[in-house]
C-alpha cells in the first residue's frame, strides 16, 4: 500500500500541528497504522499506533498526554495530533502500515511513507 504523509513545519515550542497519512489501497481499513519518528543522529523510533478500527491505540512514554493517533476508513487517512510540541519532538516523521496485529516496532511494519519534517523551535 503506498503512503503519503503529510502536514510538517516549523513550529514553536507549545504549539501544535497535524499530520496526515493518506493510503492509496481500498483495504486501508484492515491495516494497522503506525506513526514513528527519526531526528538526526538518532534511529527511528515509535510515536503512536492505530489499530484497523480504531479502538486500540498505543503511545510512546514520551509522547502520551500530547499526541492522539486517530483515523478516518472512509478517507483512508490516518492522522496524529501534535499538542504542547517541545523541541525535543523535531524530527522526521513517517507513517507505516501493516496487515498484522498492532506493534510498536518499525520491523512490524510492511509499507512506509515518505517521511514529512517536523521542526520545533525554542
Known amino acids: 500500500v503506498q503512503l503519503q504523509a503529510s502536514g510538517g513545519g516549523l513550529v514553536q515550542a507549545g504549539g501544535s500541528l497535524r499530520l496526515s497519512c493518506a493510503a492509496a489501497?481500498?483495504?486501508?481499513?484492515?491495516?494497522?497504522m503506525g506513526w514513528f519518528r527519526q531526528a538526526p543522529g538518532k534511529e527511528r523510533e515509535f510515536v503512536a499506533a492505530?489499530?484497523?478500527?480504531?479502538?486500540?491505540?498505543y503511545y510512546a512514554d514520551s509522547v502520551k498526554g500530547r499526541f492522539t493517533i486517530s483515523r478516518d476508513n472512509a478517507k483512508m487517512t490516518v492522522y496524529l495530533q501534535m499538542n504542547s510540541l517541545k523541541p525535543e519532538d523535531t524530527a522526521v516523521y513517517y507513517c507505516?502500515?501493516?496487515?498484522?496485529?498492532?506493534?510498536?516496532?518499525?520491523?512490524?511494519?510492511?509499507?512506509w511513507g515518505q517521511g514529512t519534517q517536523v521542526t520545533v523551535s525554542s
Open positions: 507505516a502500515a501493516d496487515q498484522l496485529r498492532i506493534g510498536t516496532r518499525d520491523s512490524e511494519y510492511e509499507y
Open positions: 489501497r481500498r483495504t486501508f481499513s484492515s491495516y494497522t
Open positions: 492505530i489499530n484497523w478500527r480504531g479502538w486500540i491505540t
